[in-house]
């Protein structure tokens, strides 16, 4: 049997942790910048407040409603997610992280036991020792056990957030239930094709022959499909290194001088060298990316990346920000109003197996200075030691105006207790 533990609104859940006046209260979570809706309590997705929500534009709902709105404080909520996970980490031997809020359990071996007090059992363990409130699938596979999950977080009243598919009735009445664009590896492309072929359902799905399936969707499809009709075939997964890293942000406003720009990129090419050799690996490709606001349709638009190929695998700050601002050099045009711009790092390679090329390589001294800099940004503070490129005259933050203390992380931030 697998389980999946998914927590309840997890970033809101974060927040109400430390200020349970919020608990019954609409709150939202909003991204960078503070620009868009990211996450919602139940009690905002009621007000119909949608995900991905630009928050200057649901302001006045925000103010009649008396909207609990914060920024993202990703060092919060990363720290509770480590703490859920440490704690359903106990009840089994193997464990797969999906995301900062879910977790597949492999219970197997588990026949003989309650799956439906283990689950319950699970449940107010992470609530009493985190305050954060999860809901638990149990199934024979992952993309059931998702179905579960679904089942058991739609429905608390019926099941006090505990769900277990383990008879093949309960199995054909939940995929009847569940709508085929909400199936757990369906994405949208997919979903439309489907609901046009009258395929609306999960069950409708697992009737279409594995032939049809596999051509149009690969043998991904199939699996998942196999997966749904209760047969193991999507495994799981130790959790594996990033195939990729990503360091993007929206500005606080427009930038029309190429130096800002210029700045940032750089800013975030650091940013994903430290990640490269945080994961000690080595980047081989990167991509550059910039383009105006969106909303602005007052002003003229331009979005453009780039894909730069690198001449030999690297995760030196320097090299890795001087081929990124080569790339923006490219790109950039003048006369536009840019708003957000990212850098993004792919291709890895181990750090200890690289291969060397007759005419240029990485310059083996970075090697050395890059271990300095980290150590030295690790022991006095991010960003206190930065190249020239950066700026050091200047410290850049996103806009973070409804930001939350950081209680667990930073020690002049934790919660006051006045008795």
């Known amino acids: 049997m697998v389980a999946l533990v998914d927590c309840n609104n997890f970033y809101a859940s974060c927040e109400r942790v430390f200020n349970p006046s919020l608990i019954g209260k609409p709150v939202v979570v909003l991204s960078n910048n503070d620009g868009c809706v990211i996450a919602r309590s139940n009690e905002a997705k009621a007000l119909g407040i949608p995900m991905g929500a630009p928050a200057f534009k649901h302001r006045e709902l925000f103010e009649r409603h008396q909207v609990a709105v914060f920024s993202s404080n990703f060092a919060l909520y990363g720290d509770m997610s480590n703490r859920v996970m440490e704690i359903l980490g106990t009840f089994c031997p193997s464990m797969e992280i999906y995301s900062i809020d879910e977790a597949f359990l492999d219970f197997s071996g588990f026949e003989l036991h309650d799956l439906d007090t283990l689950g319950r059992t699970m ?180 979005s453009r990346n780039i894909v730069v190929k690198l001449p030999y695998a690297t995760s030196s700050s320097i090299e890795i920000v001087k081929f990124a601002v080569a790339g923006l050099e490219q790109i950039y045009r003048e006369g536009y109003g840019y708003k957000k711009a990212g850098v993004i790092v792919m291709d890895f390679t181990p750090e200890d197996n690289q291969q060397l090329t007759i005419f240029e390589n990485r310059d083996a001294k970075h090697i050395k200075l890059m271990k300095a800099v980290d150590a030295l940004n690790h022991s006095f503070g991010m960003q206190k030691v930065r190249l020239a490129s950066q700026d050091p005259g200047r410290v850049w933050k996103m806009k973070q105006e409804k930001l939350s203390p950081r209680y667990t992380t930073n020690i002049n931030e934790v919660l006051v207790i006045n008795c």
């Not at 024979?140 to 769900?163: D, M, S, W």
């Not at 051509?215 to 991904?220: C, G, K």
């Not at 940013?271 to 690996?281: D, F, G, N, P």
Request: contains cysteine.
């Open 123 to 302: 449940k107010q363990q992470v609530q009493q020792w985190t305050g954060i409130p999860i809901s638990v699938g149990f199934a024979p596979t992952k993309a059931l056990a998702k179905a579960a999950n679904r089942i058991a977080k739609k429905f608390p009243e019926r099941t006090g957030g505990v769900y277990s598919i383990t008879t093949e009735e309960q199995r054909v009445k939940a995929l009847k239930w569940l709508k085929i664009e909400d199936v757990w590896g369906i994405g949208r492309r997919y979903a439309r094709r489907l609901q046009e072929m009258k395929v609306l359902t999960a069950w409708d799905f697992t009737q279409l022959s594995d032939r049809w399936v596999r051509s149009m969707m690969t043998v991904t499809g199939l699996r998942l499909k196999l997966d749904l009709q209760g047969e193991p075939t999507i495994q799981m997964e130790d959790v594996q290194p990033k195939k990729s890293i990503a360091t993007t942000r929206t500005f606080d406003f427009n930038y029309t001088d190429f130096k800002l720009i210029r700045e940032r990129v750089a800013s975030f090419a650091v940013s994903c060298a430290a990640k490269l050799r945080k994961q000690k690996a080595c980047c081989n490709t990167l991509m550059v990316f910039v383009h105006t606001n969106g909303f602005r349709e007052d002003q003229p638009q331009y």
